[in-house]
């Protein structure tokens, strides 16, 4: 059975710092789907990134990086030089190839940015 | 560009009460589902749909029932409510295995 498994549960930093958020995930496929989504204090969920299982690039955009290691199992999440506007809770996400499309979350990690 | 559709935003029941929760989606997605938000717990899967006609019970499907006549509307019906339902409740719906896209929720209180 798919799981994901964050076990941040929260963490607060300061502005500027860098900040590196874990997900760890189990699955049987061989083919699943890794995702990152943001849900800041207004409460939407906003989508950052998909990765699939075939791909095991690291991906930067902007001050967001994401490292997925198969050998681990982990697919982690850093924000360099984090700003105020980051804190947010932040959710990693598991879909299989053979799972019915079903998209499984991890328990979210709670970043705060200080000023 | 509507998207994900869901309403109420908020609603209060008093235990016993029956509603529906009701989530339409334009993107002609096949895969639709409704999640439930609590603190400490993450996103919660309730149940999905894989298609119209088509409904599998998620992780927590206890106390609701979903329906799917048609591609665009997934309704979540809660038979009898009971204060551990009180939550926030998202609808989603993807296409393919892609990313989800999200309702903007309903905060429901069951008192």
């Known amino acids: 059975a798919q799981k994901v498994t964050q076990a941040q549960t929260e963490i607060s930093v300061v502005e500027k710092e860098d900040v590196t958020l874990d997900c760890v995930y189990e699955?049987?496929?061989?083919?699943?789907?890794l995702f990152w989504y943001k849900q800041p204090p207004s409460g939407e969920l906003v989508f950052l990134i998909r990765r699939n299982s075939f791909d095991e690039q690291n991906e930067i955009s902007g001050r967001y990086s994401w490292n997925f290691q198969k050998s681990t199992s982990s697919f982690n999440f850093t924000i360099t030089a984090s700003q105020v506007v980051d804190s947010a809770v932040y959710f990693c996400?598991?879909?299989?190839?053979?799972?019915?499309?079903?998209?499984?979350f991890g328990q979210g990690t709670r970043l705060t940015i200080n000023p | 560009n509507a998207g994900v559709t869901q309403t109420p935003k908020f609603q209060v029941l008093k235990t016993g009460q029956s509603m529906t929760l009701q989530c339409a989606q334009d993107m002609n997605h096949e895969y639709m589902s409704w999640y439930r938000q609590d603190p400490g717990m993450g996103l919660r899967l309730i149940h999905y749909?894989?298609?119209?006609?088509?409904?599998d019970q998620g992780e927590v499907p206890n106390g609701y029932n979903v329906s799917r006549s048609t591609t665009e509307d997934f309704p979540l019906r809660l038979l009898s409510a009971a204060p551990s339902q009180t939550s926030v409740y998202f609808c989603?719906?993807?296409?393919?295995?892609?990313?989800?896209?999200f309702g903007q929720g309903t905060r429901l209180t069951v008192v």
């Open positions: 989603a719906s993807r296409k393919n295995w892609g990313e989800a896209f």
């Open positions: 749909s894989v298609g119209a006609g088509i409904t």
């Open positions: 996400a598991l879909s299989e190839e053979w799972g019915a499309q079903k998209l499984v």
């Open positions: 699955t049987r496929d061989t083919t699943y789907y």
